[in-house]
């Protein structure tokens, strides 16, 4: 029978004994067409739900994830193209992206940091290169005022050399003039020695370094600070720097030194001059003095060539008080002694170069100032003569050193006096002084 657009089939099962059940068979009547079409509306309407929930559910993800995201980039490309730091991206959640948005604020901290320290470093190095550019022009001046000082000196002692062998000439003491120009030329050598060293360290300065460095900086200063942390030069220039000023030190230690030196020589070239003037008639002037400073300072005086040749020096200087003497005159017989000496271990050309220099009291209450070399030596010929007026042995001598030494040994109240064992064996002078003041021979 058919029921409601159905086919049904109805049955009995029976066996011999009888019935035993009863089977029911019901199918649809439908079109295969509609059956499908059926199943179309079914598909349909389940992917009109399914794109409508994805629609949904996509919505509210990009509200949690895509756009964090894209303010976080929005953030970073306003960074990269402002290259402001400060700024800082406002956390929203506390999930995986609140994490990420915390990492990208410390790195941004941290990045200010450095650019914070790159700035400071950059502002110390500038103030730095000006510091030493500064004191590099001080010591330049200062220098230069002292050369402008030893020429003026030279040119003032040039006038009173003249003044003074004019008055000489005059006077009928040519021979004091001799000993005047003798006496400063001994010192001058000093001088030159002095104004050469100082004139090869200012032409050897460092100084143009100074003016380099700066020079390539002024040339990255809009990105200074790149170059200094990026570029492998602008990395060195720290460094360098540092180097380049303890250079420059050392350079100014060593000119103040020369030029102490120097201003030391010229003050003892007006004293020998002043104290030859005094050989005119006019007496010396007895003034309280150490032996021992004296002899130090006559080494001083001495030192250039002392050095140049490698001589030891051996003191042997017994304690005694002070004493009266004059002091310029007893200077200059000293430095005398003392450059003789150098000269006469320069000559022999020996390797163990000594200057032996002692002062001892003698029975006699007088005091005793030996100088002893072990150099070239004098000939047996000769030690009658050397305290003579004009002799020398020196191929550009002129025999007024020891003479005038003699005399002014005489003035003092006391001898000098030579002994040597031979050519070869070296030589000792002896200067003997009384150590009570007495009233200078004129």
């Given at each position: 029978?058919?029921?409601?657009?159905?086919f049904?089939?109805?049955?009995?099962?029976?066996?011999?004994?009888?019935?035993?059940?009863?089977?029911?068979?019901?199918?649809?009547?439908?079109?295969?067409?509609?059956?499908?079409?059926?199943?179309?509306?079914?598909?349909?309407?389940?992917?009109?739900?399914?794109?409508?929930?994805?629609?949904?559910?996509?919505?509210?993800?990009?509200?949690l994830?895509?756009?964090?995201?894209?303010?976080?980039?929005?953030?970073?490309?306003?960074?990269?193209?402002?290259?402001?730091?400060?700024?800082?991206?406002?956390?929203?959640?506390?999930?995986?992206?609140?994490?990420?948005?915390?990492?990208?604020?410390?790195?941004?901290?941290?990045?200010?940091?450095?650019?914070?320290?790159?700035?400071?470093?950059?502002?110390?190095?500038?103030?730095?290169?000006?510091?030493?550019?500064?004191?590099?022009?001080?010591?330049?001046?200062?220098?230069?005022?002292?050369?402008?000082?030893?020429?003026?000196?030279?040119?003032?002692?040039?006038?009173?050399?003249?003044?003074?062998?004019?008055?000489?000439?005059?006077?009928?003491?040519?021979?004091?003039?001799?000993?005047?120009?003798?006496?400063?030329?001994?010192?001058?050598?000093?001088?030159?020695?002095?104004?050469?060293?100082?004139?090869?360290?200012?032409?050897?300065?460092?100084?143009?370094?100074?003016?380099?460095?700066?020079?390539?900086?002024?040339?990255?200063?809009?990105?200074?600070?790149?170059?200094?942390?990026s570029?492998?030069?602008?990395?060195q220039?720290?460094?360098?720097?540092?180097?380049?000023?303890?250079?420059?030190?050392?350079?100014?230690a060593?000119?103040?030194?020369?030029?102490?030196?120097?201003?030391?020589?010229?003050?003892?070239?007006?004293?020998?001059?002043?104290?030859?003037?005094?050989?005119?008639?006019?007496?010396?002037?007895?003034?309280?003095?150490?032996?021992?400073?004296?002899?130090?300072?006559?080494?001083?005086?001495?030192?250039?060539?002392?050095?140049?040749?490698?001589?030891?020096?051996?003191?042997?200087?017994?304690?005694?008080?002070?004493?009266?003497?004059?002091?310029?005159?007893?200077l200059?017989?000293?430095?005398?002694?003392v450059?003789?000496?150098?000269?006469?271990?320069?000559?022999?050309?020996?390797?163990?170069?000594?200057?032996?220099?002692?002062?001892?009291?003698?029975?006699d209450?007088?005091?005793?100032?030996?100088v002893?070399?072990?150099?070239?030596?004098?000939?047996?010929e000769?030690?009658?003569?050397?305290?003579?007026h004009?002799?020398?042995?020196?191929?550009?001598?002129?025999?007024?050193?020891l003479?005038?030494?003699?005399?002014?040994?005489?003035?003092m109240?006391?001898?000098?006096?030579?002994?040597?064992?031979?050519?070869?064996?070296?030589?000792?002078?002896?200067?003997?002084?009384?150590?009570?003041?007495?009233?200078?021979?004129?």
């Open positions: 029978h058919t029921d409601d657009g159905y049904g089939v109805f049955r009995h099962v029976a066996d011999q004994n009888g019935p035993v059940g009863a089977v029911y068979l019901r199918a649809a009547m439908w079109h295969p067409g509609q059956e499908l079409l059926h199943y179309v509306r079914i598909v349909s309407l389940v992917s009109v739900a399914a794109l409508s929930l994805s629609v949904i559910v996509s919505s509210r993800l990009q509200g994830v895509t756009a964090p995201i894209v303010r976080l980039t929005a953030a970073a490309q306003r960074i990269s193209a402002q290259r402001d730091y400060s700024l800082r991206v406002q956390k929203a959640a506390g999930d995986e992206l609140g994490t990420l948005y915390d990492e990208f604020n410390a790195m941004l901290e941290r990045v200010a940091q450095g650019e914070r320290e790159l700035q400071a470093a950059h502002d110390q190095l500038e103030s730095r290169v000006q510091q030493r550019t500064s004191q590099l022009l001080q010591t330049n001046l200062k220098l230069s005022r002292e050369v402008a000082e030893r020429q003026r000196a030279e040119q003032e002692l040039a006038i009173l050399h003249q003044k003074l062998v004019d008055a000489a000439h005059r006077a009928g003491m040519a021979e004091i003039a001799t000993d005047v120009l003798h006496n400063v030329g001994n010192v001058l050598n000093s001088v030159n020695v002095s104004c050469a060293v100082a004139a090869e360290q200012l032409r050897d300065s460092s100084a143009p370094e100074v003016e380099r460095v700066a020079r390539l900086l002024d040339e990255h200063r809009d990105q200074l600070g790149d170059f200094i942390s570029d492998e030069r602008g990395q220039v720290p460094h360098f720097l540092h180097l380049l000023g303890q250079q420059l030190l050392v350079e100014q060593a000119l103040v030194r020369e030029i102490n030196v120097l201003g030391k020589n010229v003050d003892h070239i007006k004293d020998i001059v002043a104290m030859q003037q005094s050989y005119a008639g006019v007496s010396g002037v007895v003034e309280p003095v150490r032996l021992a400073d004296l002899l130090e300072d006559a080494v001083r005086l001495n030192a250039s060539g002392l050095e140049k040749h490698s001589i030891e020096i051996v003191r042997q200087y017994a304690p005694l008080p002070q004493m009266l003497a004059q002091k310029q005159k007893l200059q017989v000293l430095v005398n002694l450059q003789n000496a150098r000269d006469a271990l320069s000559e022999s050309g020996r390797l163990d170069a000594r200057l032996v220099l002692s002062i001892q009291r003698t029975a209450e007088a005091v005793r100032i030996e002893r070399d072990n150099g070239a030596g004098i000939p047996a000769n030690m009658t003569r050397i305290f003579a004009g002799f020398t042995t020196k191929q550009m001598g002129h025999g007024f050193g003479h005038s030494c003699a005399n002014a040994a005489k003035e109240g006391g001898r000098l006096t030579a002994t040597s064992d031979g050519v070869g064996c070296g030589a000792s002078f002896k200067l003997d002084l009384p150590l009570k003041p007495i009233e200078v021979l004129v």
